[in-house]
Structure formats: C-alpha cells, structure tokens
C-alpha cells in the first residue's frame, strides 16, 4: 500500500471516529534498529505524515520513539529490532500512560 493510500485510509478512520465524538490520539511508529536497511528514515516520513494528518484532522498525535530512543530503546525490542519484547511493551505501556496523564489533565 503506498503511503497516500495509507494516509488516505489514515483520515477517513479519524473522520469517522470524531462522528461518535471520540477524542483522538495517533501513536507514530515505534523507532526500528539496523535490521532492516533504510527502514529508518521511511518510518520517520510516516511518522511526519502521520502528525500532519493528525494536525489537520484536529486529532492528537504523541511520537512515543523520542522517549523511546532516550531510554536506549534495543535493550526494549527483540532481536528483529523493531518488536517490543515483554520488557519492552512494559515501557511503552509507562511512556503512554504518563503522556494520557499529562494530556486529561489539560
């Protein structure tokens, strides 16, 4: 799928949601090690896409991979550099859980 279509996709589901009145919140991709070649910087123009969209779309966008990289994030992933493992997803679950309380309390 290419990253229009995706983006494309992307809106209409942020559309439909905030008919039923939901608030939105957008996770950008998780950041991905050297295993796979030149996948960083496709991540990081999805992730670019994904907060314009979030922006246009007055939904919310957190790019958890900033608090993810300054936790020295390989040690979080399994061996394919990109799935969190059990320790891993405990962390992600802490970096989100302390961003939705910043953001409920505004």
């Not at 608030?23 to 907060?51: D, K, T, W």
């Not at 900033?66 to 550099?81: I, K, Q, V």
């Amino acid at each position: 799928m290419s990253l229009d279509t995706f983006a494309n996709h992307y809106r209409e589901l942020i559309a439909q949601l905030q008919r039923l009145e939901a608030r939105v919140l957008m996770l950008g991709l998780l950041p991905i090690g050297n295993y796979f070649p030149e996948s960083a910087a496709y991540f990081e123009l999805v992730n670019h896409r994904l907060q314009v969209i979030a922006k246009t779309s007055d939904a919310d966008f957190f790019d958890w991979a900033a608090p993810l990289r300054a936790n020295g994030f390989h040690e979080f992933l399994y061996r394919d550099t990109f799935h969190p493992n059990p320790v891993g997803a405990k962390k992600l679950a802490d970096i989100l859980l302390s961003d939705l309380g910043t953001r409920l309390k505004v």
